[in-house]
């Protein structure tokens, strides 16, 4: 999480700062700050809030600068907590987690240093400090090298005004050389547009940012070369065209991303195709909402080709010692290809002999450079912090997975390529929507239940729910009710219902009767026209027709629509919700 920036070249580094920093405030917006060398005195400006509280840093005159946006882990949201950071001639920003700060901080105080923040940062700046004796670098790489944990850090040094040094260690980080200077940064938009040609830097790698240079190091100040990384004009900050909000726009977008999406689960390579046809078992490690598309597949995967599979939370297999039996294919999911416990679970796998294929929507992420195989959802980019569209691809592409290993043992799943249209049709239905919002306006608990594959569904629409309209929610198997949850139900409590699966119909609508008996409001969303007529229904969506082995991908839509309703609705910032961040890229 946190996005950093810096800027050594020959323009004003402030708007560029500034303009990468909002390009960045996915990663974080609760407070922010720059740094900009003007006449060889370095000037700082930090403020609680987002970016845009920084527009008086635009004032500043100079040509080297660096900035971040911040969210918080160590120390609460605030002026003295936000990045930069100085400690006697250095200055930086920090993306990532100290794990060791504490102990660190212990030695520093014992040598008589004062701290003036919370945060884990600030120990860097001191140990750059006690480690250096006139080499900017070599002080860099000694202070890096006492850190365990996270980090991708720009520094600067009140003797080396024309300079930035970075480092990263799992924390990424992307270094350009553009005509007018070199570029750093969290993620490549931001420096996307400047029409630089970009490296991923790789840990333990440092970086020396000039006007005229742009060089690159191992962790022993070797030099080295990384490859130059491909991107289109595309990567740059996408534009609202006319939506309120860019989850809207991504909503939209989903039919296009469902286009594409099969063409690529369609891809991968021979290794990719042999290991899938043999895997005996498949291990599926996500979190959020990926985990939740991991999910739904597991029933593709099972149902469609008798593969046992096993999904589980990205942050509990790397701590687990799992099991990885013989023939094992790990499919790692992740929208940014950057969340850092998708990315030890993932390694873990494969270190333990799985074979590893990476699901995500980013190209270049580390996810991509770690697994042995690609799928590009290509969805496109996704700003806001709900993920939308990104899900229905994953789903798409892991359907693929399962209907080729289905076409492998000679049997014929139902095609992919009509849920694009599928999802036309539920978007629009899904307008409907609107007019159930005063129902969840109560603050009392939102409950979505289903069964089996609708099950799945029903704890993405509740996650999306709860993270931008802050309402409690829960998604619940439908015949798990009667067991506790029921308790919970009284007068007017919405319920959302999803079914679409035409042999646990009636199972699901018994719970829907239960609810309602005890004066549940109930909302359905379901491919079965004639249950939105039931008497226990208060409103409903139907969704256009799918084969139900693919479902969750498109009866998602109306509750992410849902979501999205009612977060406008309370008045919250549906593409920036309280507390997140679009990338968790610490633990
Ligand atoms: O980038 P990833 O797909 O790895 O992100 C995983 C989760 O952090 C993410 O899905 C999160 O749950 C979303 N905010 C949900 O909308």
Redesign the pocket.
């Known amino acids: 999480m946190c996005g950093i920036v810096g800027y050594a070249g020959r323009r004003d580094a402030a708007p560029v700062l500034l303009g990468g920093l909002q390009k960045l405030e996915y990663r974080g917006y609760d407070s922010a700050g720059v740094a900009v060398f003007e006449g060889g005195s370095l000037h700082i400006v930090r403020k609680k809030g987002r970016v845009k509280e920084l527009a008086e840093a635009l004032s500043l005159k100079g040509n080297v600068g660096v900035g971040h946006t911040r969210w918080a882990t160590h120390g609460a949201p605030s002026e003295r907590n936000a990045h930069p950071h100085t400690y006697g001639k250095f200055t930086l920003v920090h993306n990532g987690i100290i794990e060791n700060a504490l102990a660190l901080k212990e030695e520093c105080i014992a040598r008589g240093e004062k701290f003036s923040s919370d945060t884990d940062t600030e120990v860097i700046a001191h140990l750059i400090s006690w480690f250096y004796n006139g080499d900017f670098a070599v002080a860099v790489r000694a202070a890096a090298k006492r850190l365990a944990g996270s980090y991708a850090l720009a520094v600067l040094c009140a003797d080396f005004p024309d300079a930035i040094v970075c480092v990263r260690m799992k924390s990424p980080l992307i270094v350009g050389k553009g005509a007018d200077g070199a570029y750093v940064a969290s993620d490549l938009p931001a420096i996307a547009g400047e029409g630089v040609e970009a490296y991923a830097l790789e840990d333990g790698d440092i970086a020396i940012l000039r006007a005229e240079e742009l060089s690159l190091y191992d962790g022993d100040l070797r030099p080295v070369k990384r490859e130059k990384m491909q991107y289109s004009c595309r990567e740059d900050a996408p534009e609202l065209c006319g939506f309120r909000h860019f989850m809207k726009k991504e909503m939209a977008e989903i039919p296009v991303a469902l286009r594409r999406a099969p063409l690529s689960a369609e891809g991968g390579n021979d290794g990719l195709a042999e290991a899938l046809c043999r895997a005996e078992f498949i291990e599926i490690v ?6 939740h598309a991991g999910l739904c597949a597991k029933h593709a995967f099972e149902g469609l080709c008798r593969v046992p599979t096993e999904v589980t939370v990205a942050s509990e297999y790397r701590y687990r010692d799992p099991i990885v039996p013989r023939r094992t294919l790990c499919i790692a ?7 850092a416990d ?1 990315l030890a679970a993932a390694q873990l796998a494969r270190e333990r002999g799985a074979y590893l294929a990476a699901v995500t929507n980013v190209a270049y992420s580390s996810l991509t450079r770690m697994a042995d195989a690609v799928l590009f959802t290509q969805a496109g980019r996704e700003i806001a ?3 939308t569209k ?1 899900f229905n691809a994953q789903l798409t592409v892991l359907y693929g997975l399962a209907a080729r290993r289905a076409a492998a043992l000679g049997i014929a799943a139902p095609p992919l390529e009509g849920l694009s249209v599928a999802a036309e049709g539920a978007l629009a239905a899904a307008e409907g929507v609107r007019s159930w919002t005063p129902h969840f306006l109560s603050g009392k608990s939102v409950f979505f239940l289903g069964r089996g594959a609708d099950y799945c569904t029903a704890l993405e629409g509740s ?2 729910l709860k ?1 931008i309209t802050y309402l409690p929610s829960e998604g619940y198997p439908a015949g798990e009710l009667k067991h506790g949850t029921l308790a919970l139900i009284e007068k007017n409590t919405p319920v959302v219902a999803v079914v679409t699966q035409a042999a646990l119909a009636e199972k699901t609508m018994n719970a829907v009767h239960e609810v309602y008996a005890r004066g549940a409001k109930v909302f359905l969303v379901t491919s079965f026209a004639e249950l939105a007529r039931r008497e226990e229904v208060t409103a409903a969506v139907v969704l256009p027709p799918c084969p139900e082995e693919y479902s969750p991908a498109v009866a998602v839509i109306p509750l992410q629509a849902l979501a999205y309703y009612v977060a406008v609705a309370r008045g919250n910032d549906p593409d920036k919700p309280r507390n ?1 961040a ?3 890229t610490v633990e």
Do not use: F, H
């Not at 999911?333 to 969340?339: A, D, F, L, P, Y």
């Open positions: 996500a979190c959020g909402t990926a985990y999911v992740s929208q940014s290809g950057e969340t998708t912090v709900a993920a990104s996650l999306k993270e997140l679009k990338s968790v």
